[in-house]
T-cell receptor, first 113, second 115 residues
Framework: GESVGLHLPTLSVQEGDNSIINCAYS??????FIWYKQESGKGPQFIID?????DKRQGQRVTVLLNKTVKHLSLQIAATQPGDSAVYFC????????????FGSGTRLLVRP | DTAVSQTPKYLVTQMGNDKSIKCEQN?????MYWYKQDSKKFLKIMFS???????INETVPNRFSPKSPDKAHLNLHINSLELGDSAVYFC??????????????FGPGTRLTVL
């Protein structure tokens, strides 16, 4: 079985509640940010992105907030469902020619039925 | 339909061996990546190829050598495997400079265990 990720920060929420996952990014020059979801045994999956000229972007049940002043990103998930249980990563990059993503350390979201 | 596929899914081998992991994407992307995810789930870029040319080469031991025979394939060869190479390796692909800026599609991962 998988024994990785035991030391990940964990957020436990009741099904139906809203979840907020936070991320501090490292480079004040980063101008593009992405949230990924990684389910057990799978690769990361794109959820939502935001450019640095915005401070909020909404998707289906998800909202990303960007605060450049304090280099902080958050992912809000409305009406959290059991299928939302996963590890969530934020990633930052610069819109230059390298397209190199720098990933944050991840947060495990556990949804209690 | 599988978008980004990797083989093998699991690889268990002895220290000192040489092994390869293969990656293929059928998305028509022109940029492919290799990432390493350690036991703490930390995900780090290793290499990136755009149109078969190396564009990102992070501080990775030269025992690791990526090879891109064409735009749809990016393989990773590892020589003289060490215990610390044990990790999950993810391949990803994207369009270079796409409108959905850098949406990278990840493969399912290859769990490498070095004994």
């Amino acid at each position: 079985g998988e024994s990785v990720g035991l030391h990940l920060p964990t957020l436990s929420v009741q099904e139906g509640d809203n979840s907020i996952i936070n991320c501090a990014y490292s480079n004040s020059a980063s101008d593009y940010f992405i949230w990924y979801k990684q389910e057990s045994g799978k690769g990361p999956q794109f959820i939502i992105d935001i450019r640095s000229n915005m401070d909020k972007r909404q998707g289906q049940r998800v909202t990303v907030l960007l605060n450049k002043t304090v280099k902080h990103l958050s992912l809000q998930i409305a009406a959290t469902q059991p299928g939302d249980s996963a590890v969530y990563f934020c990633a930052e990059t610069l819109m230059d020619s390298s397209y190199k993503l720098i990933f944050g350390s991840g947060t495990r979201l556990l949804v209690r039925p | 339909d599988t978008a980004v596929s990797q083989t093998p899914k699991y690889l268990v081998t002895q220290m000192g061996n040489d092994k390869s992991i293969k990656c293929e994407q059928n998305l028509g992307h022109d940029t492919m990546y290799w990432y390493k995810q350690d036991s703490k789930k930390f995900l780090k870029i290793m290499f990136s190829y755009n149109n078969k040319e190396l564009i990102i080469n992070e501080t990775v031991p030269n025992r690791f050598s990526p090879k891109s025979p064409d735009k749809a394939h990016l393989n990773l060869h590892i020589n003289s495997l060490e215990l610390g190479d044990s990790a999950v390796y993810f391949c990803a692909s994207s369009h270079f400079g796409s409108v959905s800026y850098n949406e990278q599609f990840f493969g399912p991962g290859t769990r490498l265990t070095v004994l």
